[in-house]
């Protein structure tokens, strides 16, 4: 049974930090991607960054030079470090796996997470 369990999100200041956590179980595909996605309020879910069974990460523009996505393989958990919060990164985060073609697509992915709440105030 494939499981994605988020932890790290919580309530902060703009300009603060925060790691989110995925610990992922089951998953046996050595060419899955890795991604994060959040929903904002009243938004549609959308891509953040991504973490290919290659290697390669891909961030949507507006969180790159502030968010870093990486893996620890050995813990089976992703991380996304998310520096200078801003208010508009107010969103519940998602993480999912998946082997897919389009990174950036959320229906491509199978599997998800039960999502983390980041909050960040002006």
């Known amino acids: 049974q494939v499981q994605l369990v988020e932890s790290g999100g919580g309530l902060v200041q703009a300009g603060d930090s925060l790691r989110l956590s995925c610990v992922a179980s089951?998953?046996?595909?050595?060419?899955?991607?890795y991604a994060w996605f959040r929903q904002p309020p009243g938004k549609e879910r959308e891509f953040v960054a991504a973490?290919?069974?290659?290697?390669?990460?891909d961030y949507v523009d507006s969180v790159k030079g502030r968010f870093t996505i990486s893996r620890d393989n050995a813990k089976n958990t992703m991380y996304l470090q998310m520096n200078s919060l801003r208010p508009e990164d107010t969103a519940v985060y998602y993480c999912?796996?998946?082997?897919?073609?389009?990174?950036?697509?959320?229906?491509?992915?199978?599997?998800w997470g039960q999502g983390t709440q980041v909050t960040v105030s002006s």
């Open positions: 973490f290919s069974w290659s290697g390669r990460t």
């Open positions: 999912a796996a998946g082997r897919v073609i389009d990174r950036k697509a959320p229906g491509m992915y199978n599997y």
């Open positions: 089951g998953i046996t595909d050595t060419f899955s991607t």
